[in-house]
């Protein structure tokens, strides 16, 4: 069984959402200046590379926090979805073409973005293939728990909220900043896990998928 | 099957190692100031709560950093041997005289320390269970690939330098900052997945065992 590192790779290079601040990294204690070891610093918003949105990125109030996300749905069985490069927004049309295998409970998209992270790794690009509301909705009416997009929002640049809400109001757990260059669509084992941030709005994550 | 979630929550009240930075939280887009999400940022020690030390930390120079970690070992059965809490320390002779089954590849110590992170979470003690050198050497020359321990470091307080060195120098991965506390001895599956970070000496994770 191969294993698959679909996770991002978080260095200051690495584009964050405009208006975010910055990665940093701070090794502030330095063997080659004496020290007894290595101790790196890290300065990041949450939201940075392969990470998972709570419901209360986008709902507030009482909504459901990053720690508070099942186990059970972040792990399990997975299904990657190879969308054509043309595809620019993913639609209930898109979906009825391609096709989600029945019983699907969890659903990675890869799309043409997952390329630009190999080829243009650093720049952030605004017309990344993302998830309309129409096919959000039709996401959670098939019984969807948990969608992974290849880029840093579940939603298209110019409309953010209509699609997050959708989906986190239903209860579905969202994956963003996938790197799915490596895979082949077909059925997977999906581990997903978040750094356990006691009350915070999402967190980064490593990904990874086990063939089955 | 059942999963345990075997990690530590991050927030500001998490001890951290002394001399590091303290963990802060900040929530820097309010919803409940007109912002049209909440997003947070968050300022650590990649060494902080659960979290894997690559060998780069102790070693320096050339050795591995966390990305380079092979997923293969942070993945896989794994054995929670659950030390009386009379063991102040993990020597050769306490090895011997509670048995490592045979064929173990992936080793997690639950000791008295898994109970103190529930009883008194936020104050630093200096008085942790670790694993002496002697204790390291063990581990490596019975062919262990990854060891884990449920304080905020594999060595003791005092001397932190040859046990890290020797684990670390025989390729051994090492996690610190396990909560076993609701595991009980016995055969799991692992998946310790430590965030990406490039060139970095060490990453928090999230650790969950699945009972087999």
Known sequence: MRTYDISLTITPDLPTWPGDPKIVLDRFSKMEEGAPC???????CVHIG???????HFLGGQAETIEQIPLNILTGRAYVLHLPDEVDLITPEVLIRLGIPPRTRRLLFKTRNSASWNRDYNRFHEDF?????????????????????????VAPFAEPKPTHDILLQAGVV????????????????????????GGADGAPARAILIGV
């Open 129 to 153: 293939v993302a998830i309309s509301a129409e096919g959000a909705e039709f996401i959670v009416d098939h019984g969807i728990r948990l969608v992974g997009v290849d880029y840093l929002s």
């Open 50 to 56: 392969t990470h998972v949105d709570a419901p209360y």
């Open 174 to 197: 969202v994956i963003e900043g996938l790197n799915l260059s490596q895979v082949s669509q077909g059925r997977y084992s999906l581990y997903c896990l978040p750094l356990k941030i």
């Open 38 to 44: 290595n101790v790196t610093q890290i300065s990041a």
